[in-house]
Every structure is written in structure tokens, then in C-alpha cells.
């Protein structure tokens, strides 16, 4: 095997292990920081050997085991340490089993393990951006280079990020652990919304020149069907999933041949994947098997249904739509939840009532240099023929948004306005 194949498959390896390993060493050492330092242990040594050795039969046994041996042969040297002098610095936090415990504690309860790993790369003591990046770095086995490209941020920025993380965790004794039952709801809302986040920046960027980045709604997908295994009561766990699924089947039509973004309505259906739809469409059925009121994810992934149920746009069920969106509005208040539903009273109701509600926004404080307003705006007052406010519209929407594909189409839609809006020759 060439350097470059064993390169290739070692990374294959990481990114299916890592997080089992981590998990793994964080219930062994109680510190996650000083678990990935040893996970990464045993990548350097595998980098080392296999180009030469060849991938061993299992290769994430063999990651495990090295990884396990630097932990344990850092256990003896601490202990050793501790009859001399007392540990200055961070302390390890660490049970005195012998070695023998230590393997047979790691080789069980692995889902358990990154279940608490999810909680504790996840835990409010966070920010919102350390969380996804935690996430994606020990959960994702992204390296730092990969969730800066993903973001469009600096290596630097994600690197302080993630060790100023790990520093809180260890400084604030933060337990591995599954939350008990009085703090779960909340600390799941935190795990969920991390994910979410992730899916979303792949979803519609937020910057940058491309208008989907797929690779991060993948990869967030995939934590999330790995946390609806790990967590299979939870209904928002399966709403979270089903609302992914749904709108990953969408991908493939969203964008044009230039890349250029293609509104829902106009979207084919035919590109539409119809796996990932039946697969969400089980994922809401097993949120709703659970017999709670419905939350904010199972509320979305119902909206989406909607539509993935409707063969063309105009099929669309919009009061329902619009009564959902009403529902989620109470169990999660938000001017953006607002803004979708004046969207789907448009539709029931005409363009001119939509337009009443969306007014009715543009006081709040969330939707200070917020794009997605005067572009709603700018659609509603196009089907209301005021086509010069509307180009004035996306022309403002264009400057706020970060997203160049996103954009270009904003400006072009002013230009149509402008046209539209100037007289015929003759008049």
C-alpha cells in the first residue's frame, strides 16, 4: 500500500472511530480535552506504521488499543508522581482502577459513552459557536482546517475556539455524564441545536459563494440519526431527524447549472429524493409514536411533510401550513416563526394580508439586518404589482445578505422590478 492510499484509508478510519475513541477515554480519563490529545496519540502512530505495516484487519480496534495504552501509561506515570509531590496545574481526573479495569470500562456501553460525549461537547457552559465547533471536531472528526473551510473562518479562530472549550469544561469539572432527569429537556435543546446549526449553515450559507455547502448537512445529518438511536424515547430527537431528511431529498434541485439558487415553488420535484422523504416521513412517524405534544423540530418536520407531499407547488396544503406555523409560534416565539407564517397567509389569504403581517415585523430587533425581510417584501409587493418599492426591496436585501450566489439573484430581481416598473413607450 502506498503512502497515499494508507493517508486515505487512516482518514476514512478517523472520521468513523473518532468519536467512539474520544468518548471512550473521556468516561476513562473524566477530562475530553486530554481524551482527544491521546485519540490523536494513536492517529500519529497509525500514520507512522501502516503506510508500512499495512491497515491492520480492524483498524479502529488498533486505534482504540494504542489510544487506551497511552492513557493507562499516563495513569502509572501520575501515580508514581502522586507519592513524591502534589500535581501542580490541571488536575487528572481519574478512578484508580489497574489497568485490566480501565480496558474492560472502555469496552462497554460505547453508545452510552458518545451519547454523554453529544451532552458534554454540547453543554451550555458554551457558547453557540464553541458547541458546533466541539461538535464537529470530536463528534464529526473534522480537523480544524475542515470546520474553518466549512464556516468560512480562519484555522486560527476555530483552534482558539475549540481549546478555550475544552479549557471550560475541565475548569468548570463539567461531569460525563447523561444529564439528570431534571436538566435533560434542556441540555437535549442544546444538542439538538447545535446540530441544527451545522445543517443549516449547509443548508442556505450564510456567506461565501456557493449557496449550499452539503457536505455539513450530511454530516449533521448523520449525528443526528446516530442521536435518534442513542435516544430513541425523544420525540424532538425524530423531529430533528425527519425535518433533515425531508429537506436533505431537496438538495439536488436547489440550485440551477450556475449554482444559482432556485426558489421552493419553482423547484423540480422530480429531483426531489425520494428515500430521503420516506425515511422522514418514518422519522415524524416515531416523534409522534411517543404521545407528547408536538415541539419545535416535530413542528418544522411537519411543515416540511407538507410540502414534500404536494407534487407541485401548487398543490401545496398552505392552511395547514399556516396552522402549523401558528402552533410552533407558541411552543417557540420568534419573529422568524412569524415570518413564515405571514409567508403561508399570503398564499391562503392574498399577497396584500401577508403583507400586513410582515409590516407588522419590521420593528423587532431580530430583523435589524436581517435579508430574508425586505426580500419577503420584495415578493409580496411584486405580486401587488408595486414593483418600484419592491426593487427598492432587494436592492437593501442585497446589501445585508453575506452570500454572493444569494445575492446576484436579489439583484437581479431589482432589475426585473425596474423594468417593470418603468413606462411602455407610448405612455
Not at 360 to 383: I, N, Q
Request: hydrophobic letters at 45%; glycine letters at 6%.
Amino acid at each position: 500500500m502506498t503512502a497515499a492510499d494508507a493517508h486515505r484509508t487512516i482518514e476514512a478510519v478517523w472520521r468513523l472511530e473518532a468519536p467512539q475513541i474520544i468518548a471512550g477515554l473521556t468516561r476513562m480519563v473524566g477530562d475530553v480535552g486530554l481524551a482527544e490529545e491521546f485519540a490523536q496519540d494513536a492517529l500519529v502512530a497509525a500514520l507512522e506504521q501502516w503506510s508500512e505495516s499495512g491497515v491492520p484487519p480492524n483498524p479502529g480496534a488498533w486505534l482504540m488499543v494504542v489510544a487506551k495504552r497511552r492513557a493507562i501509561d499516563r495513569v502509572r506515570r501520575l501515580e508514581r508522581l502522586e507519592g513524591k509531590h502534589q500535581l501542580i496545574g490541571h488536575e487528572l481526573q481519574i478512578r484508580q482502577e489497574t489497568a485490566d479495569d480501565l480496558d474492560a470500562a472502555l469496552d462497554d456501553e460505547v453508545g452510552d459513552d458518545l451519547l454523554r460525549l453529544m451532552f458534554i461537547a454540547c453543554h451550555p457552559v458554551l457558547s453557540t459557536e464553541a458547541r458546533v465547533a466541539l461538535t464537529l471536531r470530536l463528534l464529526g472528526g473534522l480537523t480544524t482546517e475542515e470546520i474553518a473551510r466549512a464556516f468560512l473562518t480562519s484555522e486560527s479562530t476555530i483552534a482558539q475556539r475549540i481549546v478555550r472549550a475544552k479549557r471550560t469544561l475541565a475548569d468548570k469539572h463539567i461531569p460525563f455524564e447523561v444529564p439528570p432527569e431534571a436538566e435533560r429537556a434542556a441540555r437535549l435543546s442544546s444538542v439538538l441545536e447545535a446540530i441544527y446549526l451545522v445543517f443549516n449553515e449547509g443548508y442556505a450559507a450564510t456567506a461565501g459563494e456557493d449557496w449550499m455547502r452539503p457536505a455539513l448537512c450530511q454530516e449533521a445529518l448523520r449525528l443526528g440519526r446516530v442521536l435518534a438511536e442513542l435516544a430513541p424515547d425523544e420525540p424532538e430527537v425524530h423531529g430533528l431527524v425527519a425535518l433533515m431528511e425531508i429537506q436533505t431529498s431537496r438538495l439536488a434541485a436547489r440550485t440551477g447549472p450556475s449554482g444559482e439558487p432556485i426558489p421552493l415553488l419553482e423547484q423540480n420535484r422530480g429531483r426531489w429524493d425520494q428515500l430521503l422523504i420516506h425515511r422522514g416521513f418514518t422519522a415524524l412517524l416515531r416523534s409522534r409514536d411517543r404521545a407528547a405534544p408536538p415541539g419545535p423540530y416535530v413542528l418544522q418536520a411537519a411543515i416540511a411533510a407538507c410540502h414534500a407531499r404536494a407534487r407541485t407547488g401548487q398543490d401545496t396544503d398552505w392552511v395547514q401550513i399556516a396552522a402549523l406555523y401558528e402552533a410552533l409560534a407558541q411552543v417557540m416565539p420568534s419573529p422568524v416563526v412569524r415570518l413564515n407564517q405571514a409567508i403561508a397567509v399570503a398564499m391562503t389569504d392574498g399577497p396584500a394580508t401577508g403583507l400586513e403581517r410582515v409590516d407588522a415585523l419590521t420593528g423587532e430587533p431580530a430583523f435589524k439586518g436581517y435579508h430574508l425581510l425586505p426580500s419577503v417584501r420584495g415578493d409580496l409587493l411584486v405580486r401587488l404589482s408595486r414593483h418600484d418599492e419592491a426593487r427598492q426591496e432587494f436592492e437593501r436585501a442585497a446589501t445585508l445578505t453575506g452570500n454572493e450566489r444569494e445575492r446576484a439573484v436579489l439583484i437581479q430581481r431589482a432589475a426585473a422590478c425596474a423594468s417593470a416598473a418603468r413606462p411602455s413607450p407610448g405612455q
